[in-house]
């Protein structure tokens, strides 16, 4: 069992910037693929960004391109995700997810692929 707590939203003004961050407790993160999800009021969950279990390799959704980082520290347990250039339509619950995988270098989109969850952390953006 993997326990996720997420933290660092808030309300933030637009055009600004957010850093959340996902610390992990049961297992060691290195052995998960990870990932940040986000559902605003009304919406279907979606996906955000993704991080493999130790190369590095990231992949974003392309209404965040350029403006999220996904980073991790796997020594720490810890999966942040830096979110700049803030806009109205990033308001949402943010959900950190991680994937069990024996997998080097892969990473993935779909929340149905995640074996854990957080409780989510609010951000909201005022314009």
């Known amino acids: 069992q993997v326990q996720l707590v997420e933290s660092g939203g808030g309300v933030v003004q637009a055009g600004g910037s957010q850093r959340l961050s996902c610390v992990a407790s049961g297992r060691t993160l290195s052995n998960y693929a990870m990932g940040w999800f986000r559902q605003a009021p009304g919406q279907e969950r979606e996906f955000v960004a993704a991080i493999d279990r130790s190369f590095g390799s990231t992949y974003y959704a392309d209404s965040v391109k350029g403006r999220f980082t996904i980073s991790r520290d796997n020594a720490k347990n810890t999966v942040n995700l830096q979110i700049d250039s803030l806009k109205p339509e990033d308001t949402a619950v943010y959900y950190c997810?991680?994937?069990?995988?024996?997998?080097?270098?892969?990473?993935?989109?779909?929340?149905?692929?995640?074996?854990?969850w957080g409780r989510g952390t609010q951000v909201t953006v005022s314009s």
């Open positions: 997810a991680a994937k069990s995988t024996s997998s080097w270098g892969s990473y993935y989109r779909r929340d149905a692929d995640y074996d854990y």
